[in-house]
């Protein structure tokens, strides 16, 4: 079965504090690797799709990047804004299947 | 270019009620997914409507239905609710196009409480 594990649960960052967010995933034959960002309340945002290992996405303070048994979120230099939940989700290559997986995220909150 | 949409964005049930939920996918998009998210989850896949057919179904009771229209919108339908119904219901849309996976897109969602 499919699954996503993410740690830590929670991080708290100072402002400009860089740190790593992890996701490891067991799956059978991986189809692509989503990072999502999620706000209290609001659905999740899209960020990055990483399809295979050695695989780097950068989007301004963050930074993607995949294995063959996970994936890292680098954030560098972070700021208060980029307080939210991570959600990390897997999609498989098994025939039909069009379901994303998700961890249960990571909690990140960057104090000023 | 509108984002996926979604309605109602908050709604109170009793146990045993029935309910629909409403979404709109972002615009050229053709494939609607549903997701529920309990507190403190990651979203868990419901089901997935595509040419107006259910293509694939997580692990949920029947009692969580769907369709979608030739337009592509898409509606889930929950009968005889049950506390532990409470979540977020998330709505994502996405283009079919063959083997070449296209990311998914979220809504708001829908706030669910069910007394």
């Known amino acids: 079965e499919d699954q996503v594990t993410q740690s830590p649960e929670a991080l708290r960052l100072q402002e400009g504090e860089s740190s790593s967010l992890n996701c490891s995933y067991t799956?059978?034959?991986?189809?692509?690797l989503f990072w999502y960002r999620q706000d209290p309340g609001k659905g999740p945002e899209f960020l990055f799709t990483?399809?295979?290992a050695g695989e780097e996405k950068e989007k301004e303070r963050l930074k993607a990047t995949l294995t063959k048994k996970e994936s890292f979120l680098h954030i560098t230099a972070p700021k208060p804004e980029d307080s939210a939940t991570y959600l990390c989700?897997?999609?498989?290559?098994?025939?039909?299947?069009?379901?994303?997986?998700f961890g249960k995220g990571t909690k990140l909150t960057v104090n000023p | 270019d509108a984002g996926v949409t979604q309605s109602p964005t908050h709604l109170i049930k009793t146990r045993g009620q029935q309910v629909t939920l409403r979404c709109s996918p972002k615009?050229?998009?053709?494939?609607v997914s549903w997701y529920q998210q309990a507190l403190g989850q990651g979203p868990q896949f419901i089901f997935q409507?595509?040419?107006?057919?259910?293509?694939q179904r997580g692990n949920f009771p029947d009692r969580f239905s769907g369709h979608q229209f030739p337009n592509y919108s898409s509606e889930l339908n929950v009968n005889a609710l049950l506390l532990g119904d409470s979540a977020l219901y998330l709505c994502?849309?996405?283009?079919?196009?063959?083997?070449?996976?296209?990311?998914?897109?979220f809504g708001p969602g829908t706030r669910l409480t069910v007394l």
């Open positions: 615009s050229g998009h053709d494939t």
């Open positions: 799956v059978s034959g991986l189809r692509g």
């Open positions: 989700a897997v999609q498989a290559k098994q025939g039909g299947s069009e379901k994303l997986v």
């Open positions: 990483l399809y295979s």
């Open positions: 409507y595509y040419e107006e057919e259910e293509r």
């Open positions: 994502a849309s996405s283009l079919e196009i063959g083997d070449f996976y296209n990311e998914q897109f």
